[in-house]
């Protein structure tokens, strides 16, 4: 009696705890794996002679509560893994319906509890491939210590410059929960290919 009460004590204690997120394989051709509020992804196929990000990196993204028409995030955070060197990126997207990006004005990353830090669309900010909402942070020594900062953080707020409109800027709260578990999955699979 002892024993079937006990194992049934364990079949319950084991079937309560939380499970590990596990990457899977999605129909689009990535493993994917979630990480508390990051999605991280790589895909099957490294293209070195791609002319986007896609064809050669892994990727991770957390986004704003506030969607946009197409139903995705209006304000992303990204990281990227170069997969043929090793590099890391960082672009903050601004993918929101009816507003354009005042460029004359700085965009701001805050971390609570320290001054924020103002980037600037002119030199601190760049685009790359295709895009033209996705900003690059330009300088490999901010860049770096920023990524060491977003290890260490709960949230940031980012501050977006508006022109044309009613509001001057948006803010908006992107979380950092998840950061080093994606940036630990983009590691481990960036070499993982179906082919190369």
Same mark, same amino acid.
């Given at each position: ?13 084991t ?18 794996e ?11 196929i ?11 990196s ?7 509560? +506030?969607?946009?028409? $197409?139903?995705?995030? *209006?304000?992303? %955070?990204?990281?990227?893994r #170069?997969?043929? @060197?090793?590099d ?11 507003v ?6 700085p ?6 509890? +320290?001054?924020?830090e $103002?980037?600037?669309? *002119?030199?601190? %900010?760049?685009?790359r491939? #295709?895009?033209? @909402? ?12 920023l990524?060491e ?5 709960n ?6 410059p508006?022109?044309?409109?009613e ?5 908006v709260?992107l979380?950092l ?19 190369y």
């Amino acid at each position: 009696m002892i024993a079937r009460i006990g194992s049934a004590f364990i079949v319950l204690l084991t079937s309560c705890l939380p499970v590990m997120a596990e990457p899977f394989h999605h129909p689009f051709g990535e493993w994917r794996e979630y990480h508390r509020d990051w999605l991280a992804a790589c895909p099957d196929i490294i293209d070195e002679d791609a002319t986007d990000y896609y064809g050669f990196s892994c990727f991770a993204s957390t986004g704003s509560q +506030e969607l946009n028409s $197409a139903n995705l995030p *209006a304000y992303k %955070l990204t990281l990227f893994r #170069n997969r043929l @060197n090793g590099d890391l990126d960082l672009a903050i997207t601004v993918a929101a319906d009816g507003v354009a990006v005042d460029t004359g004005r700085p965009l701001v990353l805050a971390f609570g509890g +320290e001054t924020p830090e $103002a980037f600037s669309f *002119a030199g601190d %900010l760049e685009t790359r491939y #295709n895009t033209t @909402n996705q900003y690059f942070v330009a300088d490999p020594v901010r860049k770096a210590a920023l990524i060491e900062r977003m290890k260490e953080r709960n949230a940031l707020l980012l501050t977006v410059p508006l022109a044309g409109g009613e509001q001057t800027s948006k803010q908006v709260w992107l979380s950092l929960r998840g950061v080093i578990a994606s940036l630990d999955f983009m590691a481990t699979y960036a070499r993982r290919v179906a082919q190369y």
